[in-house]
């Protein structure tokens, strides 16, 4: 398991319950493939959303977050965290 | 006071023991401008580092990750959090 930082893209004007909506869908799926999404951070005005997961593979937090319905492409791994 | 996401790029190979001290340096000056670091994540293979805070601007971040020695200039508000 590791830490993953995932960045969502084009998501302007997102408000705060369809963030919390999003990661409601995210956190009832999550199990299937051995991720947890621990926190997100939204930016509505860029329309960027973070999300830190401790997941198996950057892959798992991908189908996790394209099955939910917002699909990602950028996933980083943060091995390194001051938390 | 707002959530700040910010991003630094080029940091390869970054050790945990750097990633401590960088935070260090930003929590010995930070008070001058009203921010706090609050977290930090890094990834040594691409070399990006992400730093959650709570600051007055965009601009007080960047001035204490500058005097720190470790400028940025990809500043993100994050009005919305879920932690």
Same mark, same amino acid.
């Given at each position: 398991m590791s830490k993953y930082m995932d960045v969502h893209h !084009?998501?302007? !004007?997102?408000?705060a319950d369809q963030l919390r909506e999003a990661h409601r869908r995210d956190l009832a799926i999550e199990a299937e493939e051995g991720v947890h999404f621990e926190r997100a951070w939204a930016d509505p005005k860029s329309g960027t959303v973070y999300c830190l997961s401790e997941a198996p593979s950057a892959d798992a937090v991908k189908r996790v977050h394209a099955q939910a319905g917002h699909p990602v492409t950028e996933v980083h791994p943060v091995p390194l965290t001051i938390e």
């Open positions: !084009g998501m302007k !004007g997102i408000t």
